[in-house]
């Protein structure tokens, strides 16, 4: 089983809290449990990252998913091959890297987006809301500048229809 926990900032009190989500979750379902905490800041990852010692012997130590555990995707051929890690690419390095890199990153995964099959029109439009809503004002202009160029690219209805609304 997995708990995922999402944190903004370090909560201390988490350290007191995870250790009881997974012992109730483990004696409910009787199998192994993992605690799986997923931030946007790489020191609040490394302030959960720590060992919760609970007794003798028994240690809880989160996974602990950071913006240095996430890859920097700025091809949209790598993108395409896993859209929603392409997402959270970019959620996880708007704020960490230069506007010029977090667009490049943006654009893959605008890119991946567009084309993954799997995702239908809703799905499509929040993640190409979550990804351009991650990036500040200058990445946002260079993310622009990057879908403006060479030839239109949209070949689906579904693009088609939100380029022709703007």
């Known amino acids: 089983a997995m708990i995922v926990e999402s944190q903004l900032d370090f909560d201390p009190s988490k ?4 250790p009881a989500y997974v012992a109730l979750l ?6 192994p449990v993992l605690l799986v905490v997923i931030t946007l800041d790489q020191k609040t990852a ?4 720590q060992p919760i010692t609970i007794g003798p012997g028994f ?3 989160p996974l602990v998913l950071g913006p240095s555990d996430v890859p920097s995707i700025t091809d949209p051929e790598s993108a395409s091959r896993n859209p929603a890690l392409a997402v959270l690419s970019t959620l996880a390095h708007a704020d960490n890297v230069e506007p010029a890199e977090a667009a ?4 893959a995964a605008v890119r991946a987006i567009e084309d993954a099959p799997s995702f239908d029109d809703e799905r499509k439009r929040d993640y190409h809301d979550i990804v351009c809503g991650a ?7 260079l993310l622009e500048e990057l879908m403006n160029q060479g030839e239109p690219r949209y070949q689906s ?9 703007g």
């Open 15 to 18: 350290l007191r809290v995870w």
């Open 26 to 31: 483990h004696r409910t379902l009787g199998i």
């Open 46 to 49: 490394e302030k959960c990252r």
């Open 59 to 61: 240690v809880l130590r």
């Open 104 to 107: 490049a990153i943006a654009f």
């Open 135 to 141: 990036l500040g004002d200058a990445a946002s202009r």
């Open 157 to 165: 209805k579904f693009a088609r229809r939100y380029f022709d609304e």
